[in-house]
C-alpha cells in the first residue's frame, strides 16, 4: 500500500506556470510508475502524462505535450508536474496514481493508489 498527497495547484493566469508535488509515504516508491490525470467539471477524467519507475520513460498527452514535463525523484518519494504555458482548458482537479510496476506506463494502465486531487485553475 502507498498514499499519495497531491499539492501545488492554485490559480494563475493563462501562460502562467505551476509545479505539482505528489508525495508518496514509504519507502519502496521507486517500484512505483505514477501518472498525473486531470478531471474538469462535467466532464471525463483524462490522462495527463506518466512515468516509470526509474524515471526513465514518460509519456504525455498530446495536449499538453511540449508544456509539461513529468519528474520522479526516488530520494524524496515525490512525483513532479511542471505545467508551462498554462491555457485556460487546463482548469481541472490533477490527481496522481501509483502502480507497482517495472513497465513503462501511460493511459491504459491499471493503477492501484489515487491521490485527492489539487485544484489549478487558469484565469484567461
Known amino acids: 500500500q502507498v498514499q499519495l498527497v497531491e499539492s501545488g495547484g492554485g490559480l494563475v493566469q493563462a501562460g502562467g506556470s505551476l509545479r505539482l508535488s505528489c508525495a508518496a509515504s514509504?519507502?519502496?516508491?521507486?517500484?512505483?510508475?505514477v501518472g498525473w490525470f486531470r478531471q474538469a467539471p462535467g466532464k471525463e477524467r483524462e490522462f495527463v502524462a506518466a512515468i516509470n519507475r526509474v524515471g526513465s520513460y514518460t509519456n504525455y498527452a498530446n495536449s499538453v505535450k511540449g508544456r509539461f514535463t513529468i519528474s520522479k525523484d526516488n530520494a524524496k518519494s515525490t512525483v513532479y508536474l511542471q505545467m508551462n504555458n498554462l491555457k485556460p482548458e487546463d482548469t481541472a482537479v490533477y490527481c496522481c496514481a501509483a502502480v507497482q510496476s517495472p513497465f513503462n506506463v501511460g493511459p491504459a494502465t491499471r493503477y492501484d493508489y489515487w491521490g485527492q486531487g489539487t485544484q489549478v485553475t487558469v484565469s484567461s
Open positions: 514509504g519507502r519502496t516508491f521507486g517500484n512505483y510508475a
